[in-house]
Structure formats: structure tokens, C-alpha cells
């Protein structure tokens, strides 16, 4: 019967979580630069994704390309700073927009139609002006919490003046009927 071999040489042990994040920080640098040419983004790029990974250690199956899941997250946490972004600045000019300013300019041949656009925006303009902000918002497309969380409100608050100004606006709107 032969002897088995119970000397287990290092190199056949796969290596150690956090070692293998060490290791892999050269390349997350690499990939990093291609995401970005800014040193600082591509830092916190790099030490959020280590961070990420170290959160979900517990995540990673062993047997799958590390470094393919590493870039994996790194390219997600940059596509959601992309994605903030985008939105910051679009709430952003939508608060100009808002803020004392016409909303809209329509010029249309449909002169009834134009009109009641007109009138839309007459009324939204003629809103008090967290009312309005908090409404405009809400019908970009931001959520009730996002909405709070920008205006520093609480949710009631933000849900009381949306709804608050759809009672006051399907008032007017039967009043012009």
C-alpha cells in the first residue's frame, strides 16, 4: 500500500483572502486609470473597491477568477458614481430652473394647446417655493426619500407637500373646466 504524501507544500493551498487583495492592487490601479485619468477618483476607486471586497468576503466562491470579480466590482461602484452624478447635476438644474424662472417656454401653433401648457406652468410657478421644488422633483422622477434627503426634510413632509399640491392643482384644474 503506498504512503500517502501528507506534506502539504504552501504554493497548492489557495492563498488567503487578504493576500490576494494585496496582490491584486497593481492591476485594480491598471483597470482604475482606464476608468478614469484623475489620480484622486482612481484612489477612491481602488480603496472603495478593496473596502467592498473586504465587506463581501463572504461572497467570493473560491475557485473563480479573483481578479474578474474584483474588476467586476470596481466597475460598478464607478457606474454608480457616474449614475450620482448625472442625477445631482439634474437635480441641480432642475432647481434653477425652478427657482424664479418660467419652467418652460412653449411656443406651439396648437394655440389651445399652448395655452393650457402656459397655464400649467403659470400655476406651478405661482406655488410656494419648497412646495414647488418638492413637487417638480417628485415629477422628474425622484423618489420620496431622495427628495428628503436633498431638500433636508423629513419624508412626511415631502409626502404632505405632494400631495398638498395635487389637491391644490385638480382644484384649479376643475375650476378651469
Known amino acids: 500500500m503506498p504512503e500517502l504524501d501528507l506534506n502539504i507544500n504552501e504554493k497548492d493551498l489557495p492563498a488567503s483572502f487578504k493576500t490576494r487583495l494585496v496582490d491584486a492592487q497593481a492591476d485594480l490601479v491598471r483597470f482604475a486609470r482606464k476608468l478614469s485619468s484623475d489620480q484622486d477618483e482612481i484612489n477612491d ?60 417656454d412653449v411656443s406651439s401653433d396648437y394655440s389651445e394647446y399652448n395655452y393650457d401648457i402656459q397655464e400649467v406652468y403659470r400655476l406651478l410657478n405661482s406655488l410656494p417655493g419648497e412646495y414647488r421644488v418638492v413637487f417638480m422633483m417628485h415629477i422628474s422622477g425622484f423618489k420620496y426619500k431622495e427628495i428628503a434627503t436633498k431638500m433636508n426634510l423629513p419624508l412626511g413632509t415631502v409626502k404632505s407637500h405632494i400631495y398638498l399640491t395635487r389637491q391644490k392643482l385638480l382644484h384649479i384644474f376643475k375650476d378651469l373646466k
Open 45 to 104: 476607486l481602488v480603496q472603495e473597491t478593496l473596502l467592498k471586497a473586504l465587506d463581501n468576503e463572504d461572497k467570493f466562491e473560491v475557485g473563480t477568477n479573483f481578479l474578474g470579480w474584483m474588476y467586476t466590482i470596481m466597475k460598478n461602484i464607478h457606474v454608480n458614481k457616474c449614475r450620482k452624478q448625472i442625477q445631482d447635476r439634474s437635480y441641480i438644474n432642475n432647481e434653477e430652473s425652478i427657482q424664479g424662472r418660467e419652467l418652460h
